[in-house]
């Protein structure tokens, strides 16, 4: 394991418990958004790479009665906390490993996955893994964080103040990556989100979201200049914004052994 994924893994570890509290909640839309995407799905196992605390669970488990799920994450601690969520289904499993490439075997059925892709050190290798695995007619919904998520709002803020130039050609590279794809939708959800100040949002970011990789690689005092800042740029009081997603939807061509399958 790379030094990046191993603190990457190791942040989320720190961030898992605090994450299935304040985040898990609010991302609760998009969440539904992605698995509602997956409609006449084939045969197979249904796979969530970067499932995170695994809350695509609650909802595709009642969709799919009788099939296989499958959920894998870096992180141990998003892992147990996975498996927690899991228990007494005998249908789900939660594998610990690296969600970003995935043995075509699997043949899945779909692959959905929500805010994991903007984590990974590759996300065009992945979408193309992903969208790799799954067998004839299969579907896969990825839903992710784009670089510019907003023009004002928390986000934005946090942006701002930490003005590290974020790179993102590879955004341009994820349609291209999926080449052979039906592409469905490609659309940008905004959904509203509620915290209740800026103090809070900061703190949840830090603690329990994407700020703690950043944190374990600049360290404590970096982090409080930090949030000085941003605390100096942003409204007082319960802050409500309308972060824009990015939603990818796509499914796999028929084989032509397929298609001149006879049907009876």
């Known amino acids: 394991m790379t030094d990046r994924l191993a603190r990457l893994a190791r942040s989320w570890d720190e961030a898992a418990e605090g994450y299935e509290t304040y985040f898990v909640p609010r991302f609760a839309p ?29 909802l595709l488990a009642p969709r799919f009665p009788g099939r296989r799920i499958v959920g894998i994450d870096l992180s141990a601690g998003m892992v147990r906390l996975a498996r927690f969520r899991a228990a007494g289904n005998p249908l789900v499993e939660v594998v610990q490993g690296d969600a970003m490439t995935l043995d075509p075997a699997w043949s899945a059925a779909a692959v959905v996955s929500v805010f ?8 065009v290798t992945a979408i193309r ?5 799954l067998g ?13 998520t907003e023009d ?11 003005d590290a130039g974020r790179d993102s050609s590879w955004e341009d590279g994820l349609i291209p990556a999926l080449d052979g794809a039906l592409i469905e939708r490609d659309v940008h959800l905004p959904f509203p989100m509620t915290h209740p100040g800026a103090a809070a949002y900061f703190d949840a970011a830090n603690h329990a979201g994407p700020l703690r990789a950043l944190a374990l690689a600049r360290g404590d005092d970096y982090i409080a ?5 941003f605390l100096a740029e942003a ?24 298609v001149a399958r006879p049907t009876s």
């Open 30 to 58: 998009w969440v539904r958004a992605a698995v509602d995407e997956l409609h006449d799905v084939p045969d197979g196992p249904i796979l969530v790479p970067c499932c995170g605390t695994f809350p695509e669970l609650a």
């Open 116 to 123: 994991g892709l903007q984590q990974l050190p590759d996300p």
């Open 129 to 133: 893994s992903w969208y790799e695995v």
């Open 136 to 148: 004839p007619a299969g579907r896969l919904c990825v839903v992710y964080w784009p670089v510019n």
């Open 152 to 162: 004002t709002g928390p986000f934005a803020v946090l942006d701002k103040v930490i």
């Open 225 to 229: 200049e930090l949030r000085a800042k």
């Open 235 to 258: 409204p007082a009081g319960e802050w409500t914004h309308h972060p824009r997603a990015r939603l990818i939807s796509v499914r796999k061509r028929l084989s032509r052994e397929a």
